[in-house]
Every structure is written in C-alpha cells, then in structure tokens.
C-alpha cells in the first residue's frame, strides 16, 4: 500500500502532519499532543519506530533511535535539570554505554544496566575526585581505584560503593598502605610504608591490585596479599622496646592505647585517617623532618591489625638493617586476602575454594584444547579420569600455590566438555565465572542432605557437594543423561557442567559438582518451591520463614494458568524427562519453581513483599508517558506476549537457558518474546520468561464460609527445572518406604517406588499448571 502525506486533527485536540498508509502514521510524520509533548520523526505502522525527536512540556526531549513505541537503541536524553544522557538504550532506560554529565557538572562514561549504572565506567565528581572500575546496580563494586584530588589513591577492591576486599591505598606525600577493608572499614592486617621507607616494588603490586608498568589501570588475575613477602621486603622486624631510643617513637607508640577508629567516609573526600596516615603518621610526616630529605635515613614500617576501622595491634619494624632476616610477628606467619566467602570457615575453607578453582582451571584448560570429537564408550568408562598432584612450589605441571598440597580428580572430562559445548557454555566464561577473582560464595541449603552448596560471583553457577553414592549414581546415568539432553534441547533437567574430586592433605574427600543456577535472571525471583507431590512433613514452620526461603508443596498456595501452547510445550516436556528418571530408577527428584510477581504490593503473607524496581523507574524516562492515539502509554501495563525479534532481546546462552524459543496461542502460535513494560524484553524459553497467572487461593474458616472460595490473581514470571535426580531407588530406600508406610498413608510419604513417584509427580504438576477452559 501506497503512503501519502496529510495533515490530520483529531478530536482530542491531537495533530498529525506527515505521511499515512491507509489510516496510520507511516514513514516521516510530526505529531503533537493536546499536554504539549511534541514527536517529529520515522514511524512504521503507526508507532514510533527509527529515528526521531521528542520533547516534552516539562522541557525534556530526547533525539535518536525509537522502536515500537520505545526509546531504544542509540540516542540523546536532556532532562529539565539540565543532565545530558548520550548513549544506548533499551525499552526506555539507559543500557549498553554511555555518557552522562550531571547537572552538578558530575559525569559517568561507561557501561549501564537497566538505567543504573553497571559494569566497567569511569565516574568524576566536580571537586576532582574520580573513580575508574567495576560498577554493579548503580554502585562501586568489584576492583577499581579512586583517586581524590588532593593526590590520594585508592586500588584495591569495592562493594556496595565501599572499599571491601583487598587494596593498596597510596598518600600524596608518597606513603603506602597495604591491607584489606570490610564495608569501607579497615579489617584485618596489613602493612603501612610512611613516606620516605622502602615499600615493595611498585611494579609488582601493580600487578596485584590492577596496574600494569605504565602506572595504567588493567584488571588482575590475582587479588591476594602475602604478607610475608611484604615482611621480607628489605624490611627488619624490630620489637618496640628494641627501638625505643629513636627519637620521638616511644611518645607516638603510646597512642596505641586510644584505639583510633576507621570512620565512615564519601567520596567527596578521603577517608579521615587517610589524611594523617593513621595514629602514628604525625611523626611520620612532620615529626622526623629527615624522613622527607631522603629515603634510607631510619624510616619506619609499621604492621597493623584493625577489626572492623579499631587498630588493636601495631608492630614496627626497621628498614635500616638490610643483612636481618625478617623475625616471625605475632599471629598468623601469612595473611591472604581473599574474595572467596567461608563456607567451613578458618584456612581449611580457603585451602578448599581455592584449590576447587585451581583445579577446574587446569583441567577445562587441558581438555578444551582438545579436537572436538564424538564422545566413546570409553570415555564414559572407570579410566576416563584426569588425575593431578598440585604442590604448593609447583611442578612441571602445574603452578605454583598460596594453598597446601592436594589431590585433583576430574571425571569423565570429554564427556563434560562436549555437554558445555551442547549446552552452548564458552570455555572461557566458565573458568572466568568460577575461577575468577572474585571467587565463590555460600548459599544456605534447601534441603536435608547436609550438601554445601557455593555460587559463582556472577550466579551463572552452583556448585554442590556430593556423597560418594551420588556420585556413582550420576557416573551410572551419565551415558544415558548424555543421549536424553542431547535429544531434548528443552529439557527441565539440572544441567550438570562437570564434577570433581580433591583431597587436601591429610583431609577427607570432596567431592564437586557444578550445575547451571535456574535462578539466574535479571528479575528479582520474589517466591520460591520445591515442589514433590508429596505431603508428608512437606510444609515449612511459619517463624522459619524468610525472604528466600525454599517452601514446599504444602505452602504453596497459586494456581498457574499459561499460554496454551506454552503449557502443552511443559507438560510434554515433564513427562518425557519423568519417563527418563523412572527408567533409571530414581526418585526424590523436585521440581524447583521461582516466580517474579508483577504486582508485589498486593502481596499480604507472611513474607515480606517484594520490592518494586522503583529505583530503576525513578531514574530513567520508563516514568515518562509517550502515548499515540487508541494505543496503551508507555510503559504499559501487564505482561505482553509479543512476536519473537531476536535482535530485540538477549539470546546469549545462560547456565540454564538452551532450548528453542516457544511458541503462544495468544500470539497466533509464533515464537513469543516477554515484554515486561519499563524494565524488559526477555526470550521466552521452557522452564526461563515463561508468563503466567497466579491463582492465590485464601481458605475461609468452612463455619464462616460453607464452600466459597476466593481468588486473587497476580501476574508473574515462572523459572524451572527438575532438581536432585541423584537418588536411586537402592535397598535403603525400600526399607524406608516400608517403615513409614506402617504409620503415614504409603502415597503422602516422599520415598515410593519410580513409577508411582513419577505418577504422583506429574500429577501433582498437573494441579499446580491447570488447564484453562
């Protein structure tokens, strides 16, 4: 059909003037509404789409990409406080890279995730102060270095906005700390180098903390300090009384006893003990004026301990003595600072994480080298293991280490390698994701079976620990889970990525395996089930509940009614993977369920509701209305089922994502993406973005209410997957359903024979997922 130009004024007050086809904006048209906002610019069908200019009475205006309505792609905010936004753009919020200047004249040039900042940038306050790192949520986090504009450093890392982690912090005068924070308080031991002293060599903890040899900001592969190298640094350990002749030490030392605490700071200026370098800095900076002349002349190291910003222990130590070896210190021989989070707490949990991670490295490493082939029966076999021996000083083999010596067993490694291919997981991600700097953290465990389980810093992945009969259970099946997800792209099967064995020595051993997280989604997942089909002890204690605790089948409370085709495409699914578990005899298997509500206030249970992403909305244009006529404003309401536009959404593999887009009735049976109005367009794939309503059922007292029943219902986004498929139906598992069959209902107890266990669950799903009339 034809264009052609017009010039139309609608009822409303409305006006239009530009090109239509038939009745509706199409191709360069200008179009002003009655409230005053203005849109000049490209459309196609009557919505806005490429380029264009809109302003608004309130004196915003943006000018660039536009599609389906949305700001999207690249453009130009300037809002009515006079901040400028240049950058990308998705679904009307800042995301991709960008630059604003504030309208304090601050600026942010960077990296943007749903209109906060996040990922690498670089931020300069007005007062010359400015941060150049990793950005998470609109906060400092990860590695970065803050320099302030009185010549202050900071490189080191960052949580939250606040020095957390490792870092060296350099002073104007030429003086150095080197030690570790805890939510921007000194914590822990360190070393401080008054101006004048000889600290290690700068090179050297460039490389630690970030720099290359340029003085240039890089990011590091490692985050530790040892702090016997700083003591053996062309450093000599001297006691205080050793020294107290030296002029003026003894009146400094003595201001030990006022213990000077590591105030809360901003990053308008340094910290305030920063300023004067600590207790002992007065001397250092001005009360030895020699120290200043020249380096060499008695300068004085000093070795601190804080706990959470108090100093409780000093030692000074001399630089003059270069033929001393350093004396052992009190305390630990080595401090290492580490971003991994204690699970077995003490050093035996960091010797464990960091000789998991050593581990993986060495052997994804070694393998993905390897030509692609088909896998071989052998390669499923008892010989199909890597074995290594990694000392502390190294071998031919492998490097060297701050942990102890251990032992590393890697289990069907081509089988692994091929299923990370099959499951679209780069090699290097995955090393950098568990490997990486920022190491790995405990989450508390949903279950009963006393496993610890670890996330990636980036929550792609979970690493459990296994019994030794799981693990021969899923040495067993690992032939037949190869062909079963090999087969079904769609499966709601855990996805196992590799499994591990190590021994520390003289320690037990341990044994690993790493699964995709389900949970791993930009959507705050608000609710979360493990679901059996059983009811037997299946409901969890009221006081016991938290904001992330795993509920059970007794204490869910929502029907979940789908997409017709979305539902056939799960139940398909469900029911081919029960197939496959009952053939292999295993049961206790859940299905794991996380659900993000649209309407989180209207939640009145025990939990607290869930938090809106108000912050986000508040900070981007998502607030600002931009109508066209009979069409909804933007945003819209509700969850919308939209024809998939691949271009138009993140179809980058996840740790749990693989499968093929789905297909909606609602959307004439095409492949669907979700739009969820003002913070995303999401692929909808089995088990990942899949829509629903949520039924919330509220029981009345029968007296009260004979048999109404009352409903509410409640958009939501449904994530899941079948967990815990490591239980065979074994010998004791027989005893046990015979024993609580003699005093619970045979089918209420979790334990019964595979084919009844996948009866019950499937029909149980098929409660929880009805069919809609």
């Not at 007296?703 to 074994?730: C, H, K, P, R």
Request: proline share 4%; glycine share 10%; aromatic share 10%.
């Amino acid at each position: 059909m034809e264009t052609r130009l017009e010039d139309r004024e609608f009822s409303n007050g409305d006006v239009y003037s530009g090109q239509l086809r038939g009745t509706l904006p199409h191709g360069k048209g200008k179009y002003a509404w009655s409230d005053g906002i203005i849109y000049e610019g490209d459309w196609e069908e009557g919505k806005i789409s490429g380029k264009g200019k809109i302003m608004w009475l309130s004196g915003a205006k943006y000018e660039g990409d536009f599609s389906g309505g949305y700001l999207h792609g690249f453009g130009t905010m300037t809002s009515p406080d006079g901040s400028v936004y240049s950058g990308s753009w998705r679904m009307n919020v800042r995301h991709g890279l960008g630059r604003k200047e504030y309208c304090n004249s601050d600026s942010y040039d960077g990296s943007w995730r749903e209109g906060l900042q996040d990922g690498s940038g670089s931020y300069t306050w007005t007062n010359g102060n400015r941060f150049i790192g990793n950005w998470k949520k609109g906060k400092m986090s990860g590695r970065g270095v803050m320099s302030w504009g009185n010549g202050d450093l900071f490189n080191g890392f960052w949580l939250n906005g606040l020095r957390h982690g490792s870092g060296v912090y350099k002073y104007a005068d030429g003086g150095f700390y080197f030690g570790t924070w805890s939510r921007g308080l000194k914590d822990g031991t360190g070393v401080y180098y008054p101006a004048g002293s000889k600290h290690p060599s700068l090179k050297k903890w460039h490389r630690h903390f970030g720099y290359n040899d340029t003085g240039n900001f890089i990011l590091s592969h490692d985050s530790s300090i040892n702090l016997e190298e700083l003591r053996n640094s062309k450093a000599v350990s001297r006691t205080l009384s050793e020294i107290t002749t030296t002029s003026g030490l003894t009146r400094n030392s003595g201001r030990m006893s006022e213990r000077f605490h590591d105030e809360n700071w901003s990053t308008s200026d340094p910290p305030r003990d920063y300023m004067g370098h600590g207790p002992l800095s007065k001397s250092a900076r001005s009360g030895d004026s020699s120290q200043n002349e020249g380096r060499g002349k008695n300068p004085i190291v000093f070795e601190r301990e804080y706990m959470q910003g108090v100093l409780i222990k000093e030692r000074i130590m001399s630089s003059i003595d270069m033929s001393r070896k350093a004396r052992p210190l009190d305390g630990p021989k080595e401090v290492t600072i580490s971003a991994c989070v204690s699970f077995l707490g003490g050093k035996w949990n960091y010797y464990l994480m960091l000789n998991l991670q050593l581990g993986i490295r060495y052997t994804v490493g070694k393998i993905t080298p390897v030509p692609r082939r088909e896998v071989r029966a052998s390669d499923f076999g008892e010989r199909a293991r890597i074995t290594m021996f990694f000392p502390r000083n190294g071998s031919q083999y492998t490097p060297s280490h701050k942990s102890i010596d251990f032992d590393w067993k890697d289990y069907c490694p081509m089988v692994f390698r091929n299923l990370r291919e099959m499951f679209k997981l780069d090699a290097a991600d995955y090393m950098m994701s568990i490997c990486g700097d920022d190491g790995l953290r405990e989450i508390s465990s949903p279950g009963k079976s006393g496993s610890i389980f670890y996330l990636s810093h980036d929550d792609r992945f979970v690493i459990k620990t296994l019994k030794r009969s799981e693990l021969k259970v899923l040495l067993r099946m690992l032939p037949r889970y190869y062909e079963h997800v090999g087969e079904h792209e769609n499966t709601l099967i855990t996805k196992f990525f590799g499994v591990h064995r190590l021994k520390l020595k003289w320690g037990k051993k341990v044994r690993f395996v790493v699964m995709g997280n389900m949970f791993c989604t930009e959507l705050k997942i608000h609710r979360r089930y493990d679901l059996k089909g059983s009811t037997q002890g299946r409901f969890t204690e009221k006081n016991k509940i938290r904001e992330k605790t795993t509920l059970k089948d007794l204490d869910l409370a929502y029907e979940f009614h789908m997409d017709k085709l979305l539902r056939e495409a799960l139940f398909k699914q469900i029911l081919l993977d029960c197939s496959f578990l009952e053939s292999l005899q295993i049961i206790d298997y859940s299905l794991l369920l996380g659900l993000h509500f649209r309407a989180p206030d209207q939640l009145n249970d025990n939990l607290e509701p869930p938090n809106e992403m108000s912050d986000q909305e508040s900070d981007s244009v998502a607030s600002v209305e931009v109508g066209l006529p009979r069409e909804p404003s933007i945003p819209p309401k509700g969850l919308l089922l939209v024809t998939h536009e691949p271009s138009s959404v993140n179809t980058a593999p996840g740790p749990h994502i693989r499968g093929s887009t789905l297909r909606a009735f609602a959307a004439g049976e095409k492949e669907v993406d979700l739009i969820l109005p003002g913070t995303a367009r999401l692929r909808v794939q089995l088990g990942v973005n899949m829509p629903a309503q949520a039924h919330h059922k509220l029981r009345q007292d029968e007296e009260e209410s004979g048999t109404v029943e009352l409903f509410e219902v409640y958009d939501v986004v449904v994530y899941m997957g079948i967990i815990d498929i490591l239980q065979a139906y074994n010998m004791k598992k027989r005893m046990e359903v015979t024993c609580k069959s003699m005093q619970y209902d045979p089918m209420s107890i979790s334990a019964i024979e595979p084919t009844l266990y996948a009866k019950r669950f499937t029909d149980f799903l098929l409660k929880v997922f009805p069919e809609t009339a």
